[in-house]
T-cell receptor
Framework: GDSVTQTEGPVTVSESESLIINCTYSATSIAYPNLFWYVRYPGEGLQLLLKVITAGQKGSSRGFEATYNKETTSFHLQKASVQESDSAVYYCALGANNNAGAKLTFGGGTRLTVRP | GGIITQTPKFLIGQEGQKLTLKCQQNFNHDTMYWYRQDSGKGLRLIYYSITENDLQKGDLSEGYDASREKKSSFSLTVTSAQKNEMAVFLC?????????FGKGTRLTVV
């Protein structure tokens, strides 16, 4: 089946440091998966951070970037300079692009804490 | 914008009890989902529904029932709660391009 593996948390970095959260995927049942990063801030629901549906493309949002690399089956999340407000749990996910809906397969989540 | 409302926010049940979680969405989305999230683990799909009265099993459907009574609502039933079970259940809906999530129902079984 399909699977997503991401950096195990917790991850702690200091404000203004750079960040990378690794994500690799295996899409055995989906020829051209869509890739997503979701984030859950404290006290809030899970929400979409960014998505990329085409291999080779980069998605970006709130200073975060991720590039869809089909060769290495990776979708790492990066930010050049984190802020305390980025403290959250981040989930990498893949989904099919078909009429049955965007059923998602999630990674285990990475809890990020940014020290002031 | 729309919203997904899950009730209750917290649910405490007893071993063997049948428990029902409810979800409402006002996005007018066709597809709705129930995911289970265990501490330190990713989300796992329990059931989904692509239209009213439709039900599709996910990877974790055993021990659960679901019902899509109308387009805007999707309920999940834990058929027999397991002792010491703790998890967060997330409802979601999608328009085939993006999935939107509710804030979850936290279940504790004593």
């Amino acid at each position: 089946g399909d699977s997503v593996t991401q950096t195990e948390g917790p991850v702690t970095v200091s404000e203004s440091e750079s960040l990378i959260i690794n994500c690799t995927y295996s899409a055995t049942s989906i020829a051209y998966p869509n890739l997503f990063w979701y984030v859950r801030y404290p006290g809030e629901g899970l929400q979409l951070l960014l998505k990329v549906i085409t291999a080779g493309q980069k998605g970006s949002s709130r200073g975060f970037e991720a590039t869809y690399n089909k060769e290495t089956t990776s979708f790492h999340l990066q930010k050049a300079s984190v802020q305390e407000s980025d403290s959250a749990v981040y989930y990498c996910a893949l989904g099919a692009n078909n009429n049955a809906g965007a059923k998602l397969t999630f990674g285990g989540g990475t809890r990020l804490t940014v020290r002031p | 914008g729309g919203i997904i409302t899950q009730t209750p926010k917290f649910l405490i049940g007893q071993e063997g009890q049948k428990l029902t979680l409810k979800c409402q969405q006002n996005f007018n989305h066709d597809t709705m989902y129930w995911y289970r999230q265990d501490s330190g683990k990713g989300l796992r799909l329990i059931y989904y529904s692509i239209t009213e009265n439709d039900l599709q099993k996910g990877d974790l459907s055993e021990g659960y029932d679901a019902s899509r009574e109308k387009k805007s609502s999707f309920s999940l039933t834990v058929t027999s709660a397991q002792k010491n079970e703790m998890a967060v259940f997330l409802c979601a809906s999608s328009d085939n391009t993006e999935v939107f999530f509710g804030k979850g129902t936290r279940l504790t079984v004593v």
